[in-house]
């Protein structure tokens, strides 16, 4: 299939060539042309690209797994089709449509996890930014059948966030078998997944017990509907202010996002009998310490979450594009992306940076 779009052979792109050297942003990266895509594949001209931790590590090099290279990060990129692979076969997207380049590039749609559903698990995954280029350029390669359409009244860079961030938090709140009215713990919950996952609970009807530190994350939190708050610097007793916070007997559940082990064995103590510790967080060293004893005698489930399937992910840009869940986010140009990287390895970042790839 020929496209109307006129596709230059160049472009810019910030390119991770070794995990010591500098990121190079440079402006003549060669842009794969559309008669060399393969069926199946798309090329897409990003509007704009969200910065997430994974990228960090991808970056550093410092996860078990490591990344291609050279490499271009990135997975959280919202764009136009401007190009499909010849020979494409019932392609669920056409030239011009608005879609999400997401972590999960391509899966095969055909091994056992795949038709269970948790196609973030496939045996043959391609991962964007990670295992295939990603979105820290102006055009990527993507897969028709895992691209996801964006809703027409949300806006570019206000998706661009949920691809990843709001995806992640809200599938683990969804498989977290809690109902409304039920309490959950977020810990982490001012930070950049954690003000997604209080909106996306609310939005499901569920009580949050927002912890975080700090008079500016308390009122965003609040803002955004928690009900109670305990901040993790100043509390003597986390376990009981939350038990105390829960009616006495403890959270039905709580998504766990942090880098260490030990805010996932303090979520063992504060949930009720019956309850489920999401596991989301992807630290490069951690290990899951639970009391087996007491994880047990109170039938505590523990699930881990990764990402989203397709599914989720249209779930989750559904939700936001209705208005109730909005990122907080601050646009950059991409030559920024250095300085974000700094930025998001001293926990200086307040929400998201969402990288602007059209100036
Ligand atoms: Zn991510
Ligand atoms: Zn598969």
Redesign the pocket.
């Known amino acids: 299939m020929s496209s109307h779009f006129q596709i230059p052979k160049t472009q810019k792109a910030a390119i991770v060539e070794s995990n010591d050297a500098p990121l190079r942003v440079v402006s003549d990266h060669p842009v794969k042309q559309p008669g060399e895509l393969a069926p199946g594949e798309c090329l897409v001209r990003l509007d704009c690209s969200g910065v997430?931790h994974?990228d960090l590590h991808a970056r550093k090099g410092d996860w078990p797994v490591p990344a291609k290279l050279p490499l271009i990060g990135g997975?959280?990129g919202v764009g136009i089709v401007v190009a499909v692979g010849a020979h494409t076969q019932d392609s669920p997207v056409k030239l011009g449509d608005r879609v999400g380049i997401k972590?999960l590039a391509y899966s095969c749609l055909d091994c056992e996890p795949c038709r269970k559903g948790i196609e973030q698990s496939c045996e043959k995954g391609k991962y964007s930014g990670f295992t295939v280029d990603g979105t820290f350029s102006q055009y990527v390669v993507s897969y028709v059948n895992h691209v996801t359409p964006i809703p027409s009244s949300l806006p570019s860079d206000e998706a661009a966030s949920i691809l990843?961030?709001g995806v992640t938090v809200y599938r683990a709140i969804k498989y977290s078998n809690t109902h409304i009215g039920d309490w959950i713990v977020l810990p982490g919950a001012g930070g950049g997944l954690g003000h997604l996952a209080v909106q996306y609970a609310v939005a499901m009807g569920l009580r949050v017990v927002a912890i975080d530190t700090g008079a500016e994350k308390k009122n965003l939190c609040t803002k955004l509907g928690a009900e109670a708050w305990v901040d993790f610097k100043e509390t003597k007793d986390l376990v009981g202010d939350i038990k105390a916070a829960t009616g006495g007997k403890g959270a039905h559940a709580a998504v766990v996002t942090a880098a260490t082990g030990a805010a996932y064995a303090q979520a063992i103590d504060y949930l009720r009998p019956g309850g489920t510790l999401m596991v989301v967080g992807l630290p490069a060293q951690a290990k899951l310490s639970a009391d087996i004893f007491f994880t047990v005698i109170k039938s505590i489930n523990i699930v881990g979450s990764y990402v989203g399937n397709r599914q989720d992910a249209r779930e989750a840009l559904d939700i936001a594009a209705r208005g109730k869940v909005k990122c907080f986010f601050e646009s950059k140009p991409l030559s920024a992306l250095s300085e974000v990287y700094e930025g998001l390895e001293q926990g200086k970042i307040v929400g998201r940076v969402v990288l602007n790839m059209t100036d």
């Open positions: 997430c994974t997975h959280e972590w990843c961030a």
